[in-house]
Protein backbone atom coordinates (compact mmCIF):
# COMPACT_ATOMS: atom_id res chain seq x y z
CA UNK A 1 0.00 0.00 0.00
CA UNK A 2 2.43 2.34 0.96
CA UNK A 3 4.35 1.95 -2.19
CA UNK A 4 0.87 2.55 -4.28
CA UNK A 5 0.73 5.77 -2.01
CA UNK A 6 4.23 6.86 -3.07
CA UNK A 7 5.50 6.23 0.70
CA UNK A 8 9.47 5.43 1.34
CA UNK A 9 9.46 2.05 3.44
CA UNK A 10 10.92 2.55 7.29
CA UNK A 11 12.46 -0.55 9.22
CA UNK A 12 9.50 -1.20 12.06
CA UNK A 13 6.98 -2.93 11.27
CA UNK A 14 7.69 -3.07 7.76
CA UNK A 15 5.23 -0.14 7.20
CA UNK A 16 5.83 3.55 5.47
CA UNK A 17 6.98 6.27 7.19
CA UNK A 18 3.24 8.24 7.91
CA UNK A 19 1.36 4.66 7.75
CA UNK A 20 0.02 3.48 10.23
CA UNK A 21 -2.01 -0.09 10.67
CA UNK A 22 -5.25 1.64 12.41
CA UNK A 23 -5.22 3.68 9.12
CA UNK A 24 -5.00 1.15 6.99
CA UNK A 25 -7.90 -0.44 8.91
CA UNK A 26 -9.80 2.40 8.73
CA UNK A 27 -9.06 3.05 4.95
CA UNK A 28 -10.47 -0.35 4.24
CA UNK A 29 -13.80 0.27 6.94
CA UNK A 30 -14.46 3.39 4.73
CA UNK A 31 -13.77 1.64 1.41
CA UNK A 32 -16.24 -1.13 2.61
CA UNK A 33 -19.07 1.13 3.51
CA UNK A 34 -18.92 2.96 0.42
CA UNK A 35 -22.90 2.65 -1.13
CA UNK A 36 -21.18 2.45 -4.30
CA UNK A 37 -18.88 0.15 -3.53
CA UNK A 38 -21.42 -2.27 -2.33
CA UNK A 39 -23.20 -1.90 -4.86
CA UNK A 40 -20.69 -1.82 -7.92
CA UNK A 41 -18.98 -5.08 -6.32
CA UNK A 42 -22.66 -6.95 -4.70
CA UNK A 43 -22.40 -9.70 -6.88
CA UNK A 44 -18.73 -10.42 -6.22
CA UNK A 45 -19.67 -10.04 -2.53
CA UNK A 46 -21.58 -12.58 -2.39
CA UNK A 47 -19.34 -15.80 -3.71
CA UNK A 48 -16.17 -14.24 -2.04
CA UNK A 49 -14.06 -12.13 0.03
CA UNK A 50 -13.85 -8.23 -0.55
CA UNK A 51 -11.16 -6.79 -2.36
CA UNK A 52 -9.80 -3.60 -1.48
CA UNK A 53 -8.82 -0.73 -4.06
CA UNK A 54 -5.88 0.85 -3.10
CA UNK A 55 -5.92 4.67 -4.34
CA UNK A 56 -3.30 6.04 -5.20
CA UNK A 57 -3.94 9.79 -3.69
CA UNK A 58 -2.60 10.28 -0.05
CA UNK A 59 -5.12 12.74 0.24
CA UNK A 60 -8.31 10.14 -0.60
CA UNK A 61 -6.81 7.86 1.32
CA UNK A 62 -5.60 9.87 4.82
CA UNK A 63 -9.74 11.10 4.50
CA UNK A 64 -11.04 7.90 4.03
CA UNK A 65 -9.03 7.18 6.75
CA UNK A 66 -10.44 9.61 9.25
CA UNK A 67 -14.07 8.40 8.02
CA UNK A 68 -13.43 5.06 8.49
CA UNK A 69 -11.72 5.91 12.29
CA UNK A 70 -14.96 7.90 12.81
CA UNK A 71 -17.17 4.71 11.90
CA UNK A 72 -15.45 2.25 13.94
CA UNK A 73 -15.41 4.58 16.64
CA UNK A 74 -19.46 4.70 16.15
CA UNK A 75 -19.63 1.13 15.82
CA UNK A 76 -17.64 0.03 18.87
CA UNK A 77 -20.09 2.35 20.63
CA UNK A 78 -17.13 4.60 21.63
CA UNK A 79 -17.51 7.74 20.05
CA UNK A 80 -18.03 11.14 21.90
CA UNK A 81 -20.72 11.83 19.15
CA UNK A 82 -23.28 8.78 20.94
CA UNK A 83 -23.63 11.07 23.46
CA UNK A 84 -25.87 13.31 22.26
CA UNK A 85 -29.50 11.28 21.43
CA UNK A 86 -31.53 12.25 18.69
CA UNK A 87 -34.25 10.62 19.74
CA UNK A 88 -36.48 11.35 22.96
CA UNK A 89 -38.48 8.43 24.58
CA UNK A 90 -41.76 9.18 25.56
CA UNK A 91 -44.89 7.71 27.23
CA UNK A 92 -46.94 7.43 30.39
CA UNK A 93 -46.75 3.84 31.26
CA UNK A 94 -43.88 1.06 31.77
CA UNK A 95 -41.85 0.50 28.51
CA UNK A 96 -42.97 -2.82 28.13
CA UNK A 97 -42.11 -4.27 24.92
CA UNK A 98 -44.75 -5.84 22.98
CA UNK A 99 -45.45 -4.77 19.15
CA UNK A 100 -42.34 -3.02 17.62
CA UNK A 101 -43.60 -0.73 14.44
CA UNK A 102 -42.10 2.74 12.59
CA UNK A 103 -44.70 5.32 12.02
CA UNK A 104 -44.17 9.06 11.25
CA UNK A 105 -40.42 9.18 12.72
CA UNK A 106 -40.94 7.42 15.48
CA UNK A 107 -40.64 4.40 16.81
CA UNK A 108 -43.00 2.20 18.84
CA UNK A 109 -43.37 -0.41 21.77
CA UNK A 110 -47.09 -0.93 21.56
CA UNK A 111 -49.67 -1.54 19.58
CA UNK A 112 -51.84 1.58 20.43
CA UNK A 113 -48.62 3.64 19.48
CA UNK A 114 -48.13 5.49 23.01
CA UNK A 115 -44.62 4.35 24.02
CA UNK A 116 -41.46 4.50 21.67
CA UNK A 117 -39.03 6.43 20.88
CA UNK A 118 -39.72 9.76 18.48
CA UNK A 119 -36.83 10.71 16.28
CA UNK A 120 -36.09 7.65 13.97
CA UNK A 121 -35.55 8.41 10.63
CA UNK A 122 -37.26 6.32 7.96
CA UNK A 123 -33.38 5.26 6.72
CA UNK A 124 -32.17 4.53 10.26
CA UNK A 125 -35.44 2.28 10.60
CA UNK A 126 -34.60 0.64 7.42
CA UNK A 127 -30.99 0.38 8.03
CA UNK A 128 -29.68 -3.43 7.64
CA UNK A 129 -26.97 -5.01 8.62
CA UNK A 130 -26.57 -8.70 7.15
CA UNK A 131 -29.94 -9.92 7.31
CA UNK A 132 -31.40 -7.63 10.16
CA UNK A 133 -33.00 -4.80 10.44
CA UNK A 134 -31.03 -3.28 13.01
CA UNK A 135 -33.38 -0.94 15.43
CA UNK A 136 -36.19 -3.71 15.32
CA UNK A 137 -34.35 -6.87 15.82
CA UNK A 138 -32.89 -5.19 18.78
CA UNK A 139 -36.51 -4.12 20.21
CA UNK A 140 -37.67 -7.19 19.07
CA UNK A 141 -34.92 -9.60 20.53
CA UNK A 142 -36.74 -7.92 24.16
CA UNK A 143 -40.72 -8.83 23.56
CA UNK A 144 -42.15 -8.61 26.57
CA UNK A 145 -39.51 -6.99 28.55
CA UNK A 146 -39.97 -3.56 30.58
CA UNK A 147 -37.15 -1.85 28.91
CA UNK A 148 -34.63 -0.08 31.97
CA UNK A 149 -33.22 3.50 31.50
CA UNK A 150 -29.88 1.56 30.40
CA UNK A 151 -31.93 -0.14 28.05
CA UNK A 152 -33.48 2.86 26.53
CA UNK A 153 -30.25 5.03 26.93
CA UNK A 154 -28.74 2.15 24.91
CA UNK A 155 -31.54 1.87 22.44
CA UNK A 156 -30.99 5.78 21.48
CA UNK A 157 -26.79 5.36 21.31
CA UNK A 158 -27.56 2.74 18.96
CA UNK A 159 -29.89 5.12 16.54
CA UNK A 160 -27.34 7.95 17.10
CA UNK A 161 -24.98 5.08 15.26
CA UNK A 162 -26.62 4.14 12.56
CA UNK A 163 -28.08 7.89 11.87
CA UNK A 164 -24.09 8.54 11.84
CA UNK A 165 -23.60 5.41 9.58
CA UNK A 166 -26.14 6.96 7.14
CA UNK A 167 -24.56 10.29 6.82
CA UNK A 168 -20.93 9.16 6.64
CA UNK A 169 -21.54 6.33 4.00
CA UNK A 170 -22.99 9.03 1.99
CA UNK A 171 -19.97 11.46 2.28
CA UNK A 172 -17.72 8.31 1.93
CA UNK A 173 -19.04 8.28 -1.81
CA UNK A 174 -19.18 12.00 -2.08
CA UNK A 175 -15.66 11.97 -1.40
CA UNK A 176 -14.85 8.68 -3.59
CA UNK A 177 -16.94 10.75 -6.37
CA UNK A 178 -14.58 14.07 -6.03
CA UNK A 179 -11.38 12.06 -6.84
CA UNK A 180 -12.87 10.45 -10.28
CA UNK A 181 -15.13 7.87 -8.70
CA UNK A 182 -15.68 4.15 -9.21
CA UNK A 183 -13.05 2.94 -10.26
CA UNK A 184 -11.34 6.15 -11.12
CA UNK A 185 -10.04 7.00 -7.49
CA UNK A 186 -8.65 3.69 -7.72
CA UNK A 187 -6.65 3.55 -10.79
CA UNK A 188 -3.05 4.23 -10.54
CA UNK A 189 -2.01 7.86 -11.23
CA UNK A 190 -0.08 8.17 -14.72
CA UNK A 191 2.71 10.25 -15.02
CA UNK A 192 2.49 12.38 -18.76
Not at 10 to 16: A, H, T
Not at 77 to 102: C, D, I, Y
Not at 126 to 137: L, R, W
Request: net charge neutral; hydrophobic share 40%.
Amino acid sequence: MGQKLGLKAKESFGLPNGLTPEAIFHYAYAVFHSPGYRSRYAEFLKTDFPRLPLTGSLELFGALARLGGELTALHLLESPTLAHPVTEFSGNRPPVVEKVSWARDSVWLDKAQTIGFRGVREPVWNFHIGGYQVCEKWLKDRKGRTLTDDDIAHYQKVVVALSETVRLMAEIDRLIDAHGGWPGAFQAATNA
